[in-house]
């Protein structure tokens, strides 16, 4: 005997017999919606009901529509298709790209910009440009050695002149340098 698979391979390729399909209420089914023949099924009928083998086994299967004419076209040769030309299958050599180094001057600045600021904090400028600082105010000989980044015009007065980052001063003005110039380095790099 056949199994379902093989049934099922041979209702859809159209070469099957009604009787063949029949025991099967799937392929029934699949028939009638694929190809519209109608086959009665075949009622199961318990051992203990049935009368005799011989008596199942003869009864003959009837169908309710016309034969399995499947109405199937075949189609005759196909001319093939013209040929069409292939491309040359040289590839031509793409000319040497030279990239040429972008100069960042932008990120030069923004660098020597960042090191001015946090050479400041430190109070570094204050051998430069203490001797600018009138004596009697707050001067760097005093101990104030970093520049007010605010008041960087008033360096000949103790206006101009803050503690260092050592002793845990810092103004508003150094963190917000040191953060927009690292931020503008970043992104001036990624370019």
Do not use: H
């Not at 318990?46 to 004419?69: G, H, L, N, W």
């Not at 189609?75 to 040359?88: E, F, R």
């Not at 000319?95 to 923004?110: D, G, Q, T, Y």
Request: a negative charge.
């Amino acid at each position: 005997m056949t199994s379902s698979n093989d049934l099922l391979k041979k209702l859809l390729a159209g070469d099957f017999s009604p009787e063949e399909i029949a025991g099967n209420p799937v392929l029934v089914s699949l028939a009638d919606r694929i190809y519209g023949i109608k086959i009665s099924p075949v009622t199961p009928v318990k051992p203990r009901d049935a009368q005799s083998i011989d008596s199942a086994i003869a009864t003959p299967i009837t169908e309710v529509a016309p034969p399995t004419d499947m109405l199937i076209e075949v189609i005759g040769d196909i001319a093939p298709a013209t040929a069409l030309p292939m491309p040359s299958a040289e590839i031509p050599v793409a000319a040497e790209v030279r990239v040429a180094k972008k100069s960042n001057n932008l990120a030069r600045l923004l660098m020597v910009g960042l090191g001015a600021v946090v050479l400041n904090l430190f109070g570094v400028w204050s051998s430069v440009f203490g001797s600018m600082c009138e004596a009697g105010d707050l001067c760097p000989t005093d101990g104030y050695t970093r520049i007010n980044l605010m008041e960087a015009y008033k360096i000949n007065t103790g206006y101009g002149w803050s503690e260092p980052v050592q002793t845990g001063i810092y103004g508003i003005p150094d963190i917000v340098a040191v953060v927009v110039l690292t931020g503008a380095l970043f992104l001036s790099m990624r370019k």
